[in-house]
């Protein structure tokens, strides 16, 4: 089991700026894949990024040209650099760390952090 704590969310008006950082307990090297997703209220929850042990990454339509994800494996840490955000950006972001241990598949989840922007 991974652990995994973000931080980096809090409140910021349109247009601006947040990093998302999510800090893993152990070594990330070996995480298949680690990423984000969000749930805004009374919505279902998405996938927002995700990047590869070999760095390959893969994002949402919505976020495509503004959002970056990056991984750091010396510091067991994944990041989100959200740019040009807007208030439908708001929602409760989750990391996520995607094992595959002796062929079976394994998730492990944070406990969000919220970004809300403003208008």
């Known amino acids: 089991q991974v652990q995994l704590v973000e931080s980096g969310g809090g409140l910021v008006q349109a247009g601006g700026s947040l990093r998302l950082s999510c800090a893993a307990s152990?070594?990330?090297?070996?995480?298949?894949?680690m990423g984000w997703y969000r749930r805004a209220p009374g919505k279902q929850r998405e996938l927002v990024a995700r990047?590869?042990?070999?760095?390959?990454?893969n994002y949402a339509g919505f976020v495509k040209g503004r959002f970056t994800i990056s991984r750091d494996n010396a510091k067991n840490t994944v990041y989100l650099q959200m740019n040009s955000l807007k208030p439908e950006d708001t929602a409760v972001y989750y990391c996520?760390?995607?094992?595959?241990?002796?062929?079976?598949?394994?998730?492990?989840w944070g406990q969000g952090t919220q970004v809300t922007v403003s208008s």
């Open positions: 996520f760390a995607a094992r595959v241990v002796a062929g079976t598949g394994y998730s492990d």
């Open positions: 152990r070594s990330i090297v070996s995480i298949n894949a």
């Open positions: 990047i590869t042990s070999g760095g390959s990454t």
